[in-house]
C-alpha cells in the first residue's frame, strides 16, 4: 500500500486551502495531490469528480500559474481525482506566500527558509548573496594572516599565492562580485558574522543526564579560525586529562581524540544550512558528546551513502572552497570515514549518526569525564587533597573536605537539597552535583526517591 510521502498527499474532499499543497509540490520536486482518499489511502470516494476535472485546471493556473494534469478516476465504482504537479524551476507563491513541501508536510516559508528556496531556484547558493554596507575596511586582519599561514602549511598555496592584499585574496577566492563582498566572505573572515548572518556562531554546553545544564560558552568569530578555537575550549574548559608516564613522558590521556572532534566540527561549520539562523550545539556529558547542525543533505542521501566512499556535495560551495585552500578540510567526502577511524584506533565506540532532511548530529561516545575525579574546581580543596582522598579514597574509602561535609549534613537531614548543601559550605552547586555523583560511585550514599520528593541514605560510616 502506499503511503503519504515526499511526493504524494490523500484528501477525503477538495478545499480551497489545498492549493497550498501544489504550491508546495511545485516548489519541490512535484507530486500527486489525490482527492477522494482518507489517510490511510483508501479510496472514499467524491460526488463532485466531474466539476472538480472542470474548474481544478483553471483555479490552479490563475491562481499560481501553475498547469498541472487533473485526471478522474475510479477504484470499485468510487471516483476520485488525482492531481499531478509538476517540478517549476522557478519559484511558485499562492496569494504571495511560498510554501514547500518536506516529507509528508506542507510548510509555508519565510525568512531565511524562503531566501534559500529562492537563491536555489535562480542558481545561487546562500553564501552567494552579495551584501551592501561592508566594505574589506570592517575587517579586522587577523582572519587573513591565520588562512595565510594555514594554506602556505599545508601546500594548498605558494607563499607567492597568499603574499597579496586582503582584498586581492578576497577575489582570488571568488568571494566578491560586481564591487560588492558575498556573504561567504562574511562568514569566513570577518571577526562578528552573526551581525549579517543570524546563528553564525557556536554554542556548547555542559549537561548532566537529567539534561540540567550546569555550564556553557556561545564562540563567534571567523569560520577559519573556528574550529581552532572550538576545540581548544573543550579540552581545557570542558575535558579532563589523565595523566600517565611512560618513563620519562607524560601523557594526557583525554575522554576522546582531538582530531576526530575536530573533524567533526569542521565539518559542520562548513556544510551547515547558514539560512535557518540556528547555531551548531555541542552539548558534553559525561560520557558522550553530541554535536547537532542545520543541514540540507542532497536528496535520497542515506547513512549507509555517507559512511562508505561517497562525493562531496556541499550547500555551501564558496565556504568550502576557501576552507579547502586553507588545508583544514578535504574535497573527498571522506570526513564520516576519517571520524570513525579515529575513534576505533582510540579505543572508542563508533560514533551514532542521526540524520533527518534537516539536520545532522553526531553522538561520540568518550570515556567517563568526570571533573571531580581528577581535580576540583576549587583551589582550597588542592590537587593533591584531591588526588589522594579521590583516587587513592576510591579505594580505601577517603573523602575530601567537601564530600566529607556534605556526608555530615545529609546525616543530619536526609532531605537537604543540593542548592541547600551549596549555600551551607559555600560552594558552587556544580562542585556539590560531581561530588555527589562520586559519594554514589563510591557507594557511599543512595539517592531513595524521586528528584524532588526523595531523600537520601547513607549506607556507609567512614572515619572523618
Known amino acids: 500500500m502506499d503511503i503519504e510521502n515526499q511526493q504524494l498527499e490523500w484528501k477525503e474532499t477538495w478545499h480551497d486551502e489545498y492549493l497550498k499543497w501544489i504550491c508546495g509540490f511545485a516548489n519541490a520536486r512535484g507530486g500527486s ?3 477522494g482518499k482518507n489517510d490511510k489511502g483508501e479510496t472514499v470516494g467524491i460526488h463532485n469528480a466531474g466539476k472538480l476535472l472542470e474548474d481544478l485546471p483553471n483555479k490552479i493556473r490563475s491562481t499560481m500559474g501553475v498547469v498541472a494534469d487533473v485526471s478522474q478516476r475510479n477504484e470499485d465504482g468510487l471516483d476520485f481525482i488525482e492531481i499531478s504537479v509538476p517540478a517549476y524551476p522557478n519559484a511558485i507563491s499562492y496569494h504571495g506566500k511560498y510554501y514547500l513541501r518536506t516529507g509528508s508536510t506542507n510548510q509555508e516559508l519565510s525568512g531565511y527558509a524562503l531566501d534559500a528556496l529562492l537563491l536555489d ?15 574589506i575596511s570592517d575587517f579586522w586582519h587577523d582572519a587573513f ?9 599545508s601546500k594548498r598555496l605558494t607563499p607567492e599565492d597568499v603574499a ?6 578576497l577575489h582570488s577566492l571568488n568571494l566578491t562580485e560586481n564591487n560588492y563582498l558575498l556573504l561567504a566572505a562574511v562568514l569566513v573572515f570577518h571577526q562578528a558574522p552573526q ?17 540540567e545544564i550546569l555550564y556553557q560558552d556561545e564562540l563567534n568569530g571567523a569560520l577559519v579560525g573556528m574550529a581552532d578555537k572550538v576545540v581548544e575550549t573543550i579540552f581545557t574548559k570542558y575535558f579532563i586529562g589523565l595523566i600517565r608516564y611512560e618513563g620519562l613522558q607524560r601523557i594526557d590521556d583525554y575522554p576522546m581524540p582531538r582530531t576526530a572532534l575536530r573533524e ?8 551547515r544550512d547558514y539560512s535557518t539562523g540556528s547555531p551548531i550545539q555541542i552539548r558534553i556529558y559525561d560520557d558522550r558528546v553530541t554535536i547537532a547542525n542545520d543541514c540540507r543533505l542532497p536528496e535520497g542521501t542515506t547513512l549507509s551513502g555517507l559512511l562508505n566512499a561517497h562525493k562531496s556535495v556541499v550547500i555551501n560551495p564558496l565556504v568550502a572552497g576557501a576552507i579547502f585552500r586553507s588545508g583544514q578540510i578535504e574535497a573527498w567526502g571522506r570526513g564520516i570515514e576519517r571520524i570513525i577511524k579515529l575513534c576505533i584506533t582510540d579505543n572508542l565506540p563508533e560514533p551514532e549518526f542521526i540524520i533527518t532532511p534537516r539536520t545532522f548530529t553526531i553522538i561520540f561516545h568518550i570515556r567517563n569525564n568526570h571533573i571531580d575525579d581528577y581535580v576540583n574546581e576549587d583551589t582550597d580543596d588542592g590537587l593533591n587533597e584531591n588526588i589522594n582522598g579521590g583516587l587513592n579514597g576510591g579505594l580505601n574509602g577517603g573523602l575530601n573536605e567537601i564530600q566529607k561535609k556534605i556526608v555530615n549534613l ?7 537539597t543540593v542548592i541547600d548543601i551549596a549555600q551551607k559550605i559555600s560552594k558552587p552547586k556544580r562542585t556539590i552535583e560531581n561530588n555527589v555523583k562520586r559519594l554514589q560511585q563510591k557507594g557511599l550514599i543512595e539517592r531513595i526517591g524521586a528528584r ?13
Open 33 to 35: 495531490l489525490i482527492i
Open 121 to 135: 531556484k535562480y542558481g545561487r547558493t546562500h553564501d552567494s548573496m552579495p551584501l551592501q554596507h561592508i566594505a
Open 145 to 153: 594572516d591565520i588562512f595565510r599561514k594555514k594554506a602556505e602549511a
Open 164 to 169: 597579496i592584499t586582503d582584498e586581492e585574496l
Open 195 to 211: 551581525q549579517w548572518c543570524t546563528g553564525a556562531y557556536v554554542k556548547i554546553g555542559y549537561f548532566t543526564d537529567n539534561a
Open 264 to 271: 567533526a566540527i569542521m565539518n559542520a561549520l562548513v556544510h
Open 410 to 416: 545529609m546525616k543530619e537531614n536526609k532531605y537537604i
Open 452 to 464: 524532588k520528593t526523595g531523600y537520601w541514605l547513607v549506607k556507609q560510616i567512614y572515619h572523618s
